[in-house]
T-cell receptor, first 109, second 116 residues
Framework: RKEVEQDPGPFNVPEGATVAFNCTYS??????FFWYRQDCRKEPKLLMSVYSSGNEDGRFTAQLNRASQYISLLIRDSKLSDSATYLCVVNIRGRALTFGSGTRLQVQP | GAVVSQHPSWVICKSGTSVKIECRSLDFQATTMFWYRQFPKQSLMLMAT?????????EQGVEKDKFLINHASLTLSTLTVTSAHPEDSSFYIC????????????FGPGTRLTVL
């Protein structure tokens, strides 16, 4: 079983749509949670950290459910520029990040 | 601006040659850096943890004699792919944890290696 599992997609959505990505992790010792965005042939860039209380950054909302070991990302009012691969990432302090395989989003005009 | 740099950004080499990739933290000291590899349409896979002043810690299945890691200073880690073969062609990315910024890791821009 992978440590971090994501639906690979692709998710093809029209501009303005709301789209949600889910992720599950297997290691209950995981302490930090993130969503990264990776554009084709580029390095991952931090999109946002994820907290149990839920957090929002503009059109992006992230949620963490520790009991279910489940992380989500909601994107509202999708833009063409949101097209990318979204990586669910978990971390145990002091160790390297563990990446999901990513969910590919394609926003269409 | 960028906080972690990598050099070169891309390299094409012949089979059997060795390639060195540098990873630098630009305005902070990183006692630990990480090296990842990403094959097309796959996730980043951790290769090794680079520790300043000591030996690197390699993940299972990564040959330490093939992927030489040196972390000679607090701002520089190098990865040398020795006797590269076409199957080593990949996207190599380093990262470093910035002190005082929790667990956030900053990634270098990556090095695309193509071995002919």
């Amino acid at each position: 079983r992978k440590e971090v599992e994501q639906d690979p997609g692709p998710f093809n959505v029209p501009e303005g749509a709301t789209v949600a990505f889910n992720c599950t992790y297997s290691n209950s010792a995981s302490q930090s949670f993130f969503w990264y965005r990776q554009d084709c042939r580029k390095e991952p860039k931090l999109l946002m950290s994820v907290y149990s209380s839920g957090n929002e950054d503009g059109r992006f909302t992230a949620q963490l459910n520790r009991a279910s070991q489940y992380i989500s990302l909601l994107i509202r009012d999708s833009k063409l520029s949101d097209s990318a691969t979204y990586l669910c990432v978990v971390n145990i302090r002091g160790r390297a990040l563990t990446f999901g395989s990513g969910t590919r989003l394609q926003v269409q005009p | 601006g960028a906080v972690v740099s990598q050099h070169p950004s891309w390299v094409i080499c012949k089979s059997g040659t060795s390639v060195k990739i540098e990873c630098r933290s630009l305005d902070f000291q990183a006692t630990t850096m990480f090296w990842y590899r990403q094959f097309p349409k796959q996730s980043l896979m951790l290769m090794a943890t680079s520790n300043e002043g000591s030996k690197a810690t390699y993940e299972q299945g990564v040959e330490k004699d093939k992927f030489l890691i040196n972390h000679a200073s607090l701002t520089l880690s190098t990865l040398t792919v020795t006797s590269a073969h076409p199957e080593d062609s990949s996207f190599y990315i380093c990262s470093a944890t910035r002190p005082g910024v929790g667990d956030t890791q900053y990634f270098g821009p990556g090095t695309r290696l193509t071995v002919l």
